[in-house]
């Protein structure tokens, strides 16, 4: 790699080494007469055939004996020019910064055309990816990932360093994470985080990096793994005194406590989570953990303090105009429901969870979710041909989003309707069918 980012280098020299040569045979000069008193001919040579990089001083200093644009000289680019580029690039990474993802990548599609002007590579390198990411975090991943691939095609890729290279490969990592592909998204974060520890990256890539690959180690079921990662990340964010970033990965946190069964300590991440999103004024992060602290307090059988927070987090998520968000949390609503024994309430909150979602097949585990939940409670009001309906609902969902667990347990409420009816007979090939699928998924 570093051969390829010599060649990159020196290929850069050698342009600008081009452009002094040029100008100056046409200003009637010899290299000695561009010297003048403060180079010597031998180093004003040396430049021309790119055999050595001069500073900014020195480049504009021969920008002004040629009577030319420094920027020009440098970059093959006028000043006015590049600073337009540069200008409309950074309002785009600041709305980027600041969250506001769909305006982002407007800001960087209408920066193409200025920056295609330039013919710079690291610019046109620099607009794609952060385009990328912004559809990325807005919910656009099979773009985003397109984008990131397209953008290592550009010259400018091959003269990364190793920070940029380490942050290059987290945004493909986290992208191939949330398209489901966890082998590959841990291949890339393993060497986006070998990368960062080498080049001392700044902790905060190392916290995000480590974040998600705690993510896809609990996909795994690497449970051990996955707390070492999220416990240094822990670590680096207190050393930090940054309350998001420590936030995230005490969410992440939370989530493996979960998984373990651990539900104090689970809630415990989860309470120090939303002190930290609260600190950092995150909104819609602090309408994440209300939705996990949600789950928690259900999962400890403390109901009405997850009815609290799952109402919470329904409102937040509506603040934030994130309505698939908030059908997820109002499905939440509805399972508590069902807990306590209403299933009329766990119906109109299922039914309005389900018309709130989008078509986007990102969604499809949690619409099956919706659809179970009101089968379950139409099957609770002894309403048999509703509780049918949308259980063949949650099946067709949970089948395109291949989730065969989720598909396990919407079969055996199946045999639940089946039993209702006194169809004995097809609730038992229903509950074996039920069986069988768990089974699959064992081994």
């Known amino acids: 790699m570093e051969g390829v980012q010599g060649r990159t280098r020196q290929s850069a020299s050698t342009q600008l080494g081009e452009r002094v040569r040029q100008l100056r045979v046409a200003a009637g000069q010899t290299q000695t007469d561009l010297a003048g008193n403060r180079f010597s001919k031998e180093y004003i040579s040396q430049i021309e055939r790119g055999k050595t990089r001069p500073t900014q001083d020195t480049i504009d200093w021969l920008a002004a004996r040629l009577k030319t644009d420094a920027g020009y000289l440098e970059h093959g680019v006028e000043t006015v020019q590049l600073a337009r580029a540069e200008a409309m690039l950074s309002q785009a990474e600041a709305l980027a910064a600041s969250k506001r993802h769909d305006e982002a990548a407007e800001a960087f599609t209408s920066a193409q055309s200025v920056v295609a002007a330039t013919g710079l590579s690291e610019l046109e390198f620099r607009r794609v990816t952060g385009e990328a990411w912004s559809r990325l975090e807005s919910g656009d991943v099979r773009r985003g990932v397109a984008m990131l691939v397209e953008a290592e095609s550009l010259p400018a890729f091959a003269s990364l360093v190793d920070i940029e290279r380490a942050e290059h490969l987290y945004r493909i990592g986290v992208a191939r994470a949330k398209l489901g592909s966890t082998h590959v998204a841990m291949g890339l974060l393993t ?3 070998k990368l960062a ?3 001392l990256a700044p902790d905060m890539l ?12 609990q996909r795994l079921k690497d449970v051990d793994l996955a707390k070492a990662d999220i416990e240094l990340a822990i670590e680096l964010g207190e050393h930090m005194n940054d309350p ?20 104090v300590l689970a809630r415990r991440h989860a309470e120090r989570a939303r002190d930290k999103f609260i600190e950092a004024d995150e909104p819609l992060q602090l309408a994440k953990i209300l939705n996990n602290l949600g789950g928690v307090h259900f999962q400890l059988k403390n109901f009405d303090a997850a009815l609290t927070h799952f109402k919470d987090a329904y409102k937040g998520f509506l603040d934030a105009g994130q309505d698939d968000l908030s059908a997820v949390a109002q499905v939440s609503v509805a ?3 069902l807990a306590q024994g209403n299933p009329g309430e766990a119906v109109r909150h299922a039914e309005a969870a389900v018309a709130r979602f989008s078509d986007n097949p990102e969604w499809l585990p949690e619409m099956g979710d919706s659809y179970y939940y009101l089968g379950q409670a139409r099957l609770a009001l002894h309403e048999l041909g509703a509780a049918d309906e949308a259980l063949a609902a949650a099946a067709d969902a949970l089948t395109q989003a291949e989730e065969r667990s989720g598909l396990a347990r919407v079969v055996l409420a199946q045999g639940d309707v089946a039993t209702a009816r006194g169809d004995t007979e097809g609730a038992a090939q229903l509950y074996r069918k039920s069986a069988e699928m768990l089974q699959d998924i064992q081994f």
């Open 197 to 199: 520890e080498q080049s």
């Open 244 to 263: 998001r970033a420590l936030g995230d990965a005490l969410f992440q946190a939370s989530l493996i406590a979960e998984r373990e069964g651990r539900y």
């Open 335 to 337: 399972q508590v429901h």
């Open 191 to 193: 060497e986006a985080h």
């Open 206 to 217: 190392r916290v995000e990096i480590l974040r998600w690959r705690a993510f896809c180690l």
